[in-house]
């Protein structure tokens, strides 16, 4: 498995769910500590200069594991379930340019909160909304070489897919080769009964992951059952991307360090070395 660490622009929003800000010195860092790649938060394409990005990790030895999109929700409020169609313009807009940057770095781009929620609104209306988006970006994407993920959250951030199990049956209903899941242990250990049980029954459908400890901080700093979710990715074989998306606690290089340390330590016992 590869690691990878959450990094934003310095000018993302305060909201931004990430490690490290700022492209440049995100990449340096995370490279100087031991992980593989990182992963890109971003709300608007302009935020990256391609050619730059290119460069920067040639430089470093670094890859981008994938492009993540939670600021299109948290900083512009667009999501896949809007039934405005100038918003839903928006948003089609919004996706094609990051699989156009991702068709470069990482082939994958993410789906969390982006795909919005039910919020007392008939639950058909928004189930047809997400998969005809879904469907439509999929679409746009195959060509392209990329693929979305699907990332369930817990049930006090959103209201719609909160567990494996119902992001495998989005999954189906979508019914694209080019459109899967991504588990967040974290958003796991609240909706998931059995980590293990839940990793290996949608393996079938698992593209990449996001880890951190059951208080949002760096893996081993809260008491998440570490051995079951290795466990469970060692028997299905798992060998994708593995991205630490924690709090900056105490603080980002600290955070960062703790992550890999720990987790390099874990993958040893399962994987040999990293």
Partial sequence: MKLSV????????ANAFVVFRGIDTSVKKAHALGYDGVELALKDPTEIDRSHLKKLLQENGMAVSAVSTGQVWAARSLCFTEEDEGKRDEVRKAFHSFIDIASDFGQLVNIGRTRGGINGR???????LFVDMAQELSDYAAPRGVRLILEPVNRYEIDFVNNLDECAEQVKLVGRSNFSMMPDVFHM?????????ALFRN???????????????APGDGHMDWDEIFGALQAIGYKGWTTVEILPYPDPDT????????????????????
Wanted: net charge negative; charged share 30%.
């Fill in 203 to 217: 393996r079938d459908i698992i593209s990449y992951i996001h880890f951190a400890d059951t208080n949002r901080h």
């Fill in 189 to 197: 250990n609240i909706e998931d009964a059995h980590i293990g049980e």
């Fill in 255 to 274: 955070a960062a360090k703790r992550a890999v340390d720990f987790l390099k330590g874990v993958y040893g016992r399962y994987y040999g070395d990293c």
């Fill in 122 to 128: 008939d639950p058909k209306l928004c189930g047809r």
């Fill in 6 to 13: 959450a990094i934003a622009d310095e000018h993302a929003s």
